[in-house]
C-alpha cells in the first residue's frame, strides 16, 4: 500500500518564478495538509484541503495557493518564488473520519529558490 | 495559542543508554500529541500518539511517551538506543477538535555513540 507520494523529489528555481508542488495522499485518505519545513526547524502548516476546498490556513502569504481533486491528490503552488520560500515541502493525509488516527506524511519535495 | 517546546537542540547519548527528549505544549483544552522521527532527507514518520486515556502510550522501535497534564508534558522514552535511532525528532500538538492542524516543535537532534 502507497503511502503519500510527493513529486518532483527535487527542484531548483530561480527568484521571481512560480513552482507547483504535487502530492498524492494515502490510498483513502482524504484530508490533505501541506507544510513548509525549513533548514533546522520543524514544520509549519500551511493550509489543509478536505473536498476540494481550503479550510483552514496558516500564516503564510497570498503567494501560497493550492488545490485539491475529486481523486483528492492535491498541488500547492507558490508564485513570485523569494530567496526565503526555499525549505522541504511536506504533504500529509489522513481519513477524515478518522482524525485520531493522524497524519501519514510524504517525503517531502526540496525547494531550492536561487 | 498553541504552542510546543523543545528544550534541548542536540542531544547525545551512548549506544544502550536510556533516552529522555522533553517537550512542554500549551494549548487551553485536551490536546491530541504526537512524536514524529524525521531521517536525513526524509519525511516524517509518527513514533506514537495520545489522544486520552492511559498516559503512558507506547509506540513504534520500542519508544513511549507519557502525558502529564500538570505539567503540559509529553515526554519521549525509550529504556535502550540503538544506533539506528540517530535522527531528528519532533513533538507535535493537534486541536482535540476542529480541523486539527499540528503545531510542531523545533524538533531535537539525536546522536548516537557507539
Known amino acids: 500500500d502507497a503511502g503519500v507520494t510527493q513529486s518532483p523529489t527535487h527542484l531548483i528555481k530561480t527568484r521571481g518564478q512560480q513552482v507547483t508542488l504535487r502530492c498524492s495522499p494515502k490510498?483513502?485518505?482524504?484530508?490533505v495538509s501541506w507544510y513548509q519545513q525549513a533548514l533546522g526547524q520543524g514544520p509549519q502548516f500551511i493550509f489543509q484541503y478536505y473536498e476540494e476546498e481550503e479550510r483552514q490556513r496558516g500564516n503564510f502569504p497570498d503567494r501560497f495557493s493550492g488545490h485539491q481533486f475529486p481523486n483528492y491528490s492535491s498541488e500547492l503552488n507558490v508564485n513570485a518564488l523569494l530567496l526565503g520560500d526555499s525549505a522541504l515541502y511536506l504533504c500529509?493525509?489522513?481519513?477524515?473520519?478518522?482524525?485520531?488516527?493522524?497524519?501519514?506524511f510524504g517525503s517531502g519535495t526540496r525547494l531550492t529558490v536561487v | 495559542a498553541q504552542s510546543v517546546t523543545q528544550p534541548d537542540i542536540h542531544i547525545t547519548v551512548s549506544e544502550g543508554a536510556s533516552l529522555e527528549l522533553r517537550c512542554n505544549y500549551s494549548?487551553?483544552?485536551?490536546?491530541?500529541l504526537f512524536w514524529y522521527v524525521q531521517s536525513p532527507g526524509q519525511g516524517l514518520q509518527l513514533l506514537l500518539k495520545y489522544f486520552s486515556g492511559d498516559t503512558l502510550v507506547q509506540g513504534i522501535k520500542g519508544f513511549e511517551a507519557e502525558f502529564k497534564r500538570s505539567q503540559s508534558s509529553f515526554n519521549l522514552r525509550k529504556p535502550s538506543v540503538h544506533w539506528s535511532d540517530a535522527a531528528e525528532y519532533f513533538c507535535?500538538?493537534?486541536?482535540?477538535?476542529?480541523?486539527?492542524?499540528?503545531?510542531f516543535g523545533a524538533g531535537t537532534r539525536l546522536a548516537v555513540h557507539p
Open positions: 494549548y487551553g483544552a485536551t490536546p491530541y
Open positions: 507535535a500538538v493537534g486541536a482535540s477538535g476542529g480541523y486539527n492542524k499540528l503545531i
Open positions: 500529509a493525509s489522513r481519513f477524515e473520519d478518522r482524525a485520531v488516527n493522524g497524519y501519514t
Open positions: 490510498s483513502g485518505h482524504d484530508t
